[in-house]
């Protein structure tokens, strides 16, 4: 789980340009492709600046959630068996699971998040922190605001995690052959 998490935070980093980029450009902050690509040239702390505790919050989460269900269920299906692999569709079924659950649990962290990602200002105006965005939302919208978009974010989700921990699974077992095959 830790090794999962770490490389989420690293991928992170790496994302978080795009994706400022992108939200403002659907926000309409930015007027097309070019203008979100001059922005992060010339003023990459406008991208990095408030928004990397959000983003790392967000998807450091996500990512210890994913695999903490993944592979609590992994144990308990191999404990119920006795069998120390899973078939295929197990896995597809289990990750699908995993990132559907994953996605409903975190889906106040995205909204939270979009918000102050997406904002316009940076400035004293601009919702700084994952707290004040959550005051604010809960204040002007009420406790069902943090679940908009819930259902579309598992529907996401869900599916792409499945396969994601479907292929990581197979390569992982692979890679297991390919090194026993070696050690002969």
Request: hydrophobic share 45%; with cysteine; charged share 20%.
């Given at each position: ?33 070019w203008h979100a690509a ?61 990132g559907a659950l994953s ?82």
């Open positions: 789980m830790a090794a999962g998490t770490i490389a989420e935070v690293v991928a992170s980093l790496v994302r978080l340009p795009m994706e400022v980029s992108k939200l403002r450009l659907q926000l309409g902050v930015y007027s097309s492709s001059r922005e992060l040239f010339l003023r990459p702390q406008h991208i990095y600046g408030n928004f990397v505790p959000q983003t790392l919050a967000h998807d450091s989460v996500y990512s210890a959630c994913a695999w903490l269900i993944f592979e609590t269920g992994r144990q308990w299906l191999f404990v119920r068996r006795g069998e120390a692999e899973l078939p295929a569709s197990e896995n597809l079924a289990l990750g699908t699971l995993t996605a409903l649990v975190t889906t106040p962290l995205d909204v939270l998040k979009t918000r102050v990602v997406g904002q316009v200002s940076d400035g004293p105006t601009g919702l700084t922190s994952l707290r004040t965005a959550a005051k604010e939302l809960l204040r002007e919208e009420g406790p069902w605001a943090f679940w908009r978009g819930a259902s579309l974010r598992v529907a996401h989700l869900a599916p792409s995690h499945g396969l994601y921990m479907l292929l990581y699974e197979v390569a992982k077992r692979q890679i297991s052959f390919a090194r026993a095959s070696e050690a002969r």
